[in-house]
C-alpha cells in the first residue's frame, strides 16, 4: 500500500475546492490534522470569537469526514514539531496544505517545510496574493487598480470536486476536542452565537445558497443595517469553509448589483496581497508619520473605551454596533465603518487597540481585513488617507435608516419614534449621555492631525 499524506488544516476547512485534499488523494491514502498552535510567540492568539467558532467546524469537518469513511486527526503544539512527530508514526511521507499568508503561517510554512516535504497549494483567494503587479511588476497600494487588474484574471478555475478519501491502514491518535477548551462555559457568552450561526461546510454553503436570491439587490440593500442585505459569508470564508472560487462561480452569474458584492470579495483579496507586503500590518502604521499621532491615553481614554466596547457611549447607531457584536460576534459592514471611526477620532484612541477589540469578538476576525480596515479608518495605511472624513453617527444612522437596527439592539430606546430613535432629544432611563460632543470631537480630531502634519 502506498504511504500515506498527510492533510494540514489550517484555515480551510471544507472538502470541496480543497486543493490539499484533492493532490493528497490522488496521491494514496490521506490523515487530515488540525494541529492548535497559537500558544507561541509567533502567532496571534486566536479570540474567543474565533475560538467559539473553530470549536464548532472542526466538529463539522469531523463529522463530515467521518460519514467518508475517514475522520479528523487532533493535535496541539508547534506545528513544526507535531507534523514531523505524526509523520514517523504514520509512516506519512508528504504533507499538503493550502497557502496561508499570515505572517505566523509563512513563518511555519518554512519551518515545517525544512524538516519534511511540504506541498503547498493555492486555493483560499481568487489569485496568489503578490500576482497581481502593476505593469511595471510592482504590488499595487490603491484597492480600484488592483481589483481591474485580478478581474481581467477572471473567472477562476472551475472548483475542485470532493476527492474520494482513502483511510490509512492505522489512524493515529487524536486529542478530544473537548479537551482544548475552545468554548466559553462561565459564563457561556455564546448563546447568541448559536442563534445566528452553523459554523462548518454545510453552514457555508446553506448562507451561499440564500445569498444567491439576495446577490441582484446587492448594492441597494448592503449599507441598510436594519436589513439582511450582504452575504455573512465573512467567517465562513475565513475559516475556509467554502471557497471565494466557490463564492465568485455561484453568485458571478446571478445579475443585478452582483459586481458590487464581487469587488468586497476584491477587498478580500486586497487585504491578503498587503500582508504579503506588509506582514506587520495589524501591527504597525503603514504610514510612520503616525506614530508620532497623540493617541488620548489614562484613566479617561481607558473609561472611553469601555464605554465603546460595551456600546454605552450615547451614540445610539455606535452603541447598537458594538452590541451586536458582543451578542452575536457580527456587525454589519456601514455600522463597523462608523464604530471604528467614532473610537478613532470622536474618542482619539490608538485603532489597534480598536483592531485588538475586533480580534477579540468577530467570528470573522481575520489579521488582514481587519488590519486592512482599521488602518483605512484610521488613515495610517498604504491606500488613501480617510483621517480626515470623520464620520458623523447621528448624520449616518437615519441616512442608512437604521431605526429599526437600533432597537432590536438598543432596547432601551426601542420607544423612541422614527425620527428620534437616531438622537433622542430627552434622556432615556438606563441609556447613557453622550461620552463626547460630536462638534468638539470633530475639532479636537482634525487639531490633532493638523498638528501631526504641521
Ligand atoms: C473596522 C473594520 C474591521 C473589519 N474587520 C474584518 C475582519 O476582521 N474580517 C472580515 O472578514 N472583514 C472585516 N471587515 C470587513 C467587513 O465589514 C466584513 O467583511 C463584512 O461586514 C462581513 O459581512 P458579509 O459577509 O455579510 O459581507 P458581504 O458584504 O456579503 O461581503 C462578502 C465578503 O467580502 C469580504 N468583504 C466584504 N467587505 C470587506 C472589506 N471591507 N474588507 C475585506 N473583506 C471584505 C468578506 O469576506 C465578506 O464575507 C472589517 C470592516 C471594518 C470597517
Do not use: C
Not at 439576495?214 to 436594519?226: D, G, T, V
Not at 463564492?247 to 487585504?271: K, M, P, Q
Not at 488602518?375 to 453617527?393: C, K, L, Y
Not at 453622550?434 to 462638534?439: E, G, L, Q, S, W
Amino acid at each position: 500500500m502506498t504511504t500515506p499524506s498527510i492533510v494540514w488544516l489550517r484555515r480551510d476547512l471544507r472538502l470541496a475546492d480543497q486543493a490539499a485534499f484533492y493532490a493528497a488523494s490522488q496521491a494514496g491514502p490521506v490523515i487530515p490534522v488540525y494541529v492548535l498552535d497559537d500558544d507561541t510567540p509567533r502567532h496571534r492568539r486566536m479570540g474567543g470569537a474565533s475560538r467559539w467558532w473553530l470549536h464548532h467546524s472542526l466538529e463539522r469537518l469531523d463529522a463530515d469526514l467521518r460519514a467518508r469513511g475517514s475522520r479528523l486527526i487532533l493535535r496541539r503544539g508547534k506545528v513544526d514539531e507535531v507534523l514531523p512527530a505524526l509523520a514517523a508514526e504514520t509512516g506519512a511521507s508528504a504533507v499538503h496544505a493550502l497557502h496561508h499568508y499570515e505572517p505566523w503561517w509563512r513563518n511555519a510554512e518554512r519551518a515545517v517545510g525544512k524538516a519534511m516535504p511540504l506541498h503547498l497549494h493555492h486555493g483560499n483567494t481568487l489569485a496568489p496574493p503578490g500576482s497581481v503587479l502593476t505593469g511595471s511588476g510592482t504590488p499595487f497600494k490603491i484597492f480600484t487598480p488592483f481589483w481591474r487588474a485580478l478581474s481581467e484574471r477572471m473567472p477562476p478555475a472551475p472548483p475542485l470536486p470532493v476527492p474520494d478519501l482513502t483511510a490509512p491502514t492505522h489512524w493515529p491518535a487524536s486529542d478530544p476536542l473537548d479537551s482544548w477548551g475552545l468554548l466559553p462555559i462561565k459564563p457561556d457568552w455564546a448563546g447568541g452565537f448559536r442563534a445566528e450561526w452553523t459554523p462548518g461546510e454545510g453552514g457555508a454553503l446553506e448562507r451561499l445558497e440564500t445569498f444567491v436570491r439576495r446577490a441582484p439587490k446587492y448594492a441597494e440593500h448592503r449599507n441598510l443595517p436594519s436589513m439582511e442585505g450582504t452575504s455573512r459569508l465573512s467567517a465562513h470564508l475565513h475559516f475556509g469553509e467554502v471557497s471565494p472560487a466557490m463564492v465568485w462561480h455561484r453568485t458571478a452569474a446571478a445579475g443585478g448589483s452582483v459586481a458590487t458584492f464581487l469587488g468586497e470579495i476584491g477587498w478580500r483579496e486586497y487585504a491578503q496581497n498587503v500582508i504579503v507586503q506588509l506582514p506587520d500590518y495589524g501591527n504597525r502604521n503603514a504610514r510612520e508619520a503616525y506614530d508620532r499621532f497623540p493617541w488620548r491615553a489614562g484613566p479617561d481614554a481607558d473609561a472611553d473605551f469601555a464605554a465603546w466596547t460595551q456600546g454605552r457611549t450615547g451614540y445610539p447607531i455606535v452603541d447598537a454596533g458594538m452590541r451586536q457584536l458582543w451578542v452575536s460576534g457580527w456587525m454589519h459592514n456601514r455600522v463597523r465603518m462608523i464604530a471604528a471611526s467614532f473610537l478613532i477620532k470622536h474618542l482619539l484612541v490608538d485603532w489597534r487597540r480598536g483592531d485588538q477589540w475586533f480580534w477579540d469578538t468577530l467570528v470573522d476576525a481575520d489579521y488582514g481585513s481587519n488590519a486592512v480596515n482599521w488602518q483605512w479608518s484610521a488613515g495610517t495605511g498604504v491606500d488613501s488617507n480617510m483621517f480626515v472624513r470623520i464620520m458623523a453617527p447621528l448624520t449616518q444612522s437615519p441616512k442608512f435608516d437604521a431605526g429599526d437596527y437600533i432597537r432590536q439592539w438598543v432596547p432601551e430606546l426601542a420607544h423612541l419614534s422614527d425620527l428620534e430613535i437616531h438622537d433622542p432629544v430627552k434622556p432615556v432611563r438606563g441609556y447613557p449621555q453622550k461620552i463626547v460632543d460630536h462638534a468638539a470631537a470633530r475639532a479636537r480630531a482634525l487639531a490633532a492631525h493638523q498638528a501631526l502634519k504641521g
